[in-house]
């Protein structure tokens, strides 16, 4: 149970929670939790309701924005202890208190948001409401906002689990409120998933637990706190693969038999008038130089675990020049399955190692995906994302065998 928790109206029972996790988010949180209970009352007025903020024992007075922010909707706070910190932690937290209330449908949205709108806890909520287990929002995203999702974590998964899920580690959700015993009996519980690791890892469990996926179409970006995108990369890189290398070990059998991916089920699409995403800039020199680096930090260890083939192959990449630079997607595929298999027999600090010799490929990979869709529209460069999709799929047998 959570190590501290204000109830001021002593609610002990909930049809529909939504939950905000935080750390030192005092400065939003008042607006998310005025929106999220106005989205309660306008939509699942005739559920009992709760707003949940799972906090990470905040200083900067997150818990008094909350608790004081306006609307009729009741607020519950809960704590993680003073050094206990990450989004996964919060999140547990929150699992136990779902269960407590007996609670149907959540809603999990970020403390940082800028732009929620009630309409948002309708589209998280509702396909809940009508049945759906799992729901992701699918967001209007500039092509180069998101690039780890669009270039490692969604084709993957896809490939892997055999759905189409645009943004599966998007921070926002919804689901079914009995899908917490999953959540809290899993058999994978790492300290990447008490952080960065945690979105995924709900995503792969819902999956993995056979539960009606969908995804909710939200007719806007999401705009929130901004963050150097090269700041917390090394971190979050290490954080989201390895916690999917490891939900790959244990949801091995499943994946295994997963021949080809289906679609997903789309709600929303009566959505609002639909928002332009802000373009992103991308630094092509910067990532180039970051990937040539990689050839002196790790090249070692990259010939010592991936086959010759794809070694050689690297070599040329590295010599193409930035001007006429490409990275193939079944170079790449293959290289993040010889990645897990070696991860697979690796333990502690080489594991962690061999994660973060993958940066720099992933970030020769982005480079590649910006030149090649730089004259682009938005749907064409989604076009593009889903045929490098394709190609994982394709691929996957070479996973299957060398796993054998």
Known sequence: MAF?????RNI?????????????EAETIGSVAEQAGAGLVEFFGDLQGVL???????????KDAFLKAAGEVPKIYLSTPEDQRGKGNNLRNLFEKVRELEAKTVVVIEADVKNLAPYWIRNLGQPIVKGAGYVCPLYVRHKYEGTLTSSLVYPLTRCLYGRRVRQP??????????LVNQFLDSPVWTESIEHFGVDIWMTTVALNARMPIYQSFMGSPKIHRVKDPYAQLSVLFRQIVSAMFDLMAVYSDFWRMVKWSKPTALFGMDAQEVATPVPVEINMNKLHERFLKGFDDHFALWEAQFDQTHVNKLQEIRSLGLQHFSFPGQTWARILFEAFKAYSAMQG???????????????GKVLSFVKK?????????????????????????????IME
């Not at 600090?349 to 970030?363: G, H, K, M, T, V």
């Open 349 to 363: 600090e080489q594991r962690a190692n061999l994660i973060d010799s993958l940066l720099p490929l992933y970030l």
């Open 4 to 8: 501290y928790e204000e109830n001021p």
């Open 169 to 178: 580690d998007a921070g926002d959700f919804g689901f079914r409120g009995e």
């Open 52 to 62: 949940i903020n799972c906090d990470n024992h905040s200083t900067d007075g997150t």
């Open 12 to 24: 002990s029972k909930a049809d529909i929670v939504v939950a905000i996790p935080s750390f030192n």
């Open 373 to 401: 869709t730089e004259r682009m529209s938005l749907q064409q460069a989604e076009e593009y994302v889903e045929n490098e999709c394709m190609v994982f799929e394709e691929n996957k047998p070479y996973l299957v065998k």
